[in-house]
């Protein structure tokens, strides 16, 4: 008897992913507006078609199993491939139109994307912008499942299929409260401020990694460390007297009550985008680039 070749639905793939990637049958249900005991259903479904469990439901956690190992990429590649078709059939179509899925991280979105956000949106009224705010991790797994279609943040990442463009530096400063001793200075070195609390992002958030990498090169440690979940909080503590922190210089308008100094040690973050590697591009996508490009001249 020759065995039939299981047919896979591509929903059952996406809530497969969704699941891999969320690694909880919960947290995947509520990405994807269902109902966990029905998304717990449609994974049998879907292993029971494939003969083979597909992850591995250990007591506070699950794990993929090899099978599920095995058929993720290949189940993104499919998804990647059924979700080009609608932008392959706007491609013939005049005009740009359609959806287009913008990730962020927080200091960036606010600073950078925001404030510009209009523009497109008034240049491409037919274009369905949808945003998101993340992490970087956040955002390149979302950009690799096809969850995002393009992703602003720090560069250079690393991660598979992704193409990634830098589209300018950007100056770190030091922020501290108005009536700090520092404050009047022109610049300052960081070893000035080594007796100081130092306030970070927490672990996930490129700028913390950015942040520590400056006071590694600057051989400064400082007097204790404060982790903030939000951008704003730490703003709100610098101005409290809290501590102190480094900065982009795009936060400069958020940074009421607070004085921003350029440092001696020249740091910068690049400022970037990144999307999956394809040989098609959407409209909506190419116009989208193009505008951050020419956001970013007034970065330069």
Same mark, same amino acid.
């Given at each position: 008897?020759?065995?039939?070749?299981?047919?896979?639905?591509?929903?059952?793939?996406?809530?497969?992913?969704?699941?891999?990637?969320t690694?909880?049958?919960?947290?995947?249900? $509520?990405?994807?507006?269902? /109902?966990?005991?029905? @998304?717990? $259903?449609?994974?049998?479904?879907?292993?029971g078609? @494939?003969? /083979?469990?597909?992850?591995?439901?250990?007591?506070?956690?699950?794990?993929?199993?090899?099978?599920?190992?095995?058929?993720?990429?290949?189940?993104?590649?499919?998804?990647?491939?059924?979700?080009? @078709?609608?932008?392959?059939?706007?491609?013939? =179509?005049?005009g740009?139109?359609?959806?287009l899925?913008?990730g962020?991280?927080?200091?960036?979105?606010?600073?950078?994307?925001?404030?510009?956000?209009?523009?497109?949106?008034?240049?491409?009224p037919?274009?369905?912008?949808?945003?998101?705010?993340?992490?970087?991790?956040?955002?390149?797994?979302? !950009?690799?499942?096809?969850?995002?279609?393009?992703?602003?943040?720090?560069?250079?990442?690393?991660?598979?299929?992704?193409?990634?463009? $830098?589209?300018? =530096?950007?100056?770190?400063?030091?922020?501290?409260?108005?009536?700090?001793?520092?404050?009047?200075?022109?610049?300052?070195?960081?070893?000035?401020?080594?007796?100081?609390?130092?306030?970070?992002? &927490?672990?996930?958030?490129?700028?913390?990694?950015?942040?520590?990498?400056?006071?590694?090169?600057?051989?400064?440690?400082?007097?204790?460390?404060?982790?903030?979940?939000?951008?704003?909080?730490?703003?709100?503590?610098?101005?409290?007297?809290?501590?102190?922190s480094?900065?982009?210089?795009?936060?400069?308008?958020? /940074?009421?009550?607070?004085?921003?100094?350029?440092?001696?040690?020249?740091?910068?973050?690049?400022?970037?985008? !990144?999307?999956?590697?394809?040989?098609?591009?959407?409209?909506? !996508?190419? /116009?989208?680039?193009?505008?951050?490009?020419?956001?970013?001249?007034?970065? &330069?």
């Amino acid at each position: 008897m020759v065995s039939k070749t299981p047919i896979l639905d591509l929903r059952l793939l996406e809530y497969f992913c969704a699941v891999a990637r969320t690694r909880s049958f919960t947290r995947a249900a $509520e990405e994807l507006g269902v /109902a966990q005991p029905s @998304l717990s $259903e449609q994974i049998k479904k879907l292993e029971g078609s @494939l003969g /083979a469990p597909l992850f591995e439901r250990l007591s506070r956690r699950i794990e993929l199993t090899p099978v599920g190992e095995a058929l993720l990429p290949k189940a993104r590649a499919l998804l990647e491939e059924a979700a080009a @078709l609608p932008l392959m059939l706007d491609a013939l =179509r005049e005009g740009v139109r359609g959806d287009l899925r913008v990730g962020a991280i927080p200091t960036m979105l606010p600073y950078f994307l925001a404030p510009k956000l209009r523009q497109f949106v008034d240049a491409h009224p037919d274009v369905n912008v949808h945003l998101r705010e993340a992490t970087t991790p956040e955002l390149i797994e979302q !950009i690799q499942d096809g969850v995002l279609d393009i992703a602003i943040l720090s560069v250079p990442v690393e991660g598979q299929g992704l193409v990634m463009s $830098e589209l300018f =530096r950007e100056p770190l400063s030091l922020a501290v409260p108005d009536d700090h001793p520092l404050a009047s200075l022109a610049s300052v070195d960081l070893r000035q401020i080594s007796t100081e609390r130092l306030l970070v992002l &927490k672990e996930g958030h490129c700028l913390r990694d950015e942040t520590l990498t400056v006071c590694q090169r600057a051989r400064v440690k400082f007097a204790g460390q404060f982790e903030a979940d939000q951008f704003a909080s730490i703003f709100e503590l610098i101005r409290a007297g809290f501590g102190v922190s480094i900065v982009p210089e795009m936060a400069r308008l958020s /940074a009421l009550g607070c004085r921003l100094i350029p440092l001696d040690q020249r740091a910068s973050r690049k400022v970037g985008f !990144i999307r999956l590697e394809r040989h098609y591009v959407s409209k909506p !996508i190419a /116009a989208f680039i193009a505008f951050l490009r020419e956001v970013a001249k007034s970065y &330069k």
